[in-house]
T-cell receptor, first 111, second 118 residues
């Protein structure tokens, strides 16, 4: 089983749609949780950290459920510019703090 | 702030060549840097953790003699792909942890090196 699992998609949505991505992690000792955005042939860029209380940044809302070891990202009012791959990531302390990434979920927003 | 520079951004070379990639933290000191590899449509896979002044820690399945890591200063780590072959062609990305930040904070990523071996 992969340490961090995501639905690879792709998700094809029209502009203005709401889309949700899910992610599960296997190590219950994971300490920190993030969503990254990666554009084609580019490095990942931090989108937002994820907290149990939930957090929102504009059109983006992230949620963490520690009991279910589940992380989510909701994008409202999708824009063409949201088209990218969204990577779920966790920091684990396994012989040192390391960031482990999911395989990513591809999103295509169409006019 | 928290800028990580990776060089070169693109390398094309012949099979059997050794290739060195540099990762520099420009405005902070990094006792720990990380090297990732990403094949097309796959995730970033952690290859090794680079520790300033000591040996790197390699992930399972990563050949330490193939991928030489040196972290001689608080702002520079290098990855050398020795005797590179076409199967080593990939996107290599480094990240760095600011020594002032807690280890459970997000790392700072370089912009990656695309390596193509002919």
């Amino acid at each position: 089983r992969k340490e961090v699992e995501q639905d690879p998609g792709p998700f094809n949505v029209p502009e203005g749609a709401t889309v949700a991505f899910n992610c599960t992690y296997s190590n219950s000792a994971s300490q920190s949780f993030f969503w990254y955005r990666q554009d084609c042939r580019k490095e990942p860029k931090l989108l937002m950290s994820v907290y149990s209380s939930g957090n929102e940044d504009g059109r983006f809302t992230a949620q963490l459920n520690r009991a279910s070891q589940y992380i989510s990202l909701l994008i409202r009012d999708s824009k063409l510019s949201d088209s990218a791959t969204y990577l779920c990531a966790v920091i684990q302390n396994t012989g040192g703090f390391k960031t482990i990434f999911g395989a990513g979920t591809r999103l295509f927003v169409k006019a | 702030g928290a800028v990580v520079s990776q060089h070169p951004s693109w390398v094309i070379c012949k099979s059997g060549t050794s290739v060195k990639i540099e990762c520099r933290s420009l405005d902070f000191q990094a006792t720990t840097m990380f090297w990732y590899r990403q094949f097309p449509k796959q995730s970033l896979m952690l290859m090794a953790t680079s520790n300033e002044g000591s040996k790197a820690t390699y992930e399972q399945g990563v050949e330490k003699d193939k991928f030489l890591i040196n972290h001689a200063s608080l702002t520079l780590s290098t990855l050398t792909v020795t005797s590179a072959h076409p199967e080593d062609s990939s996107f290599y990305i480094c990240s760095a942890r600011d020594r002032r930040e807690a280890p459970n904070q997000p790392q700072h990523f370089g912009d990656g090196t695309r390596l193509s071996i002919l």
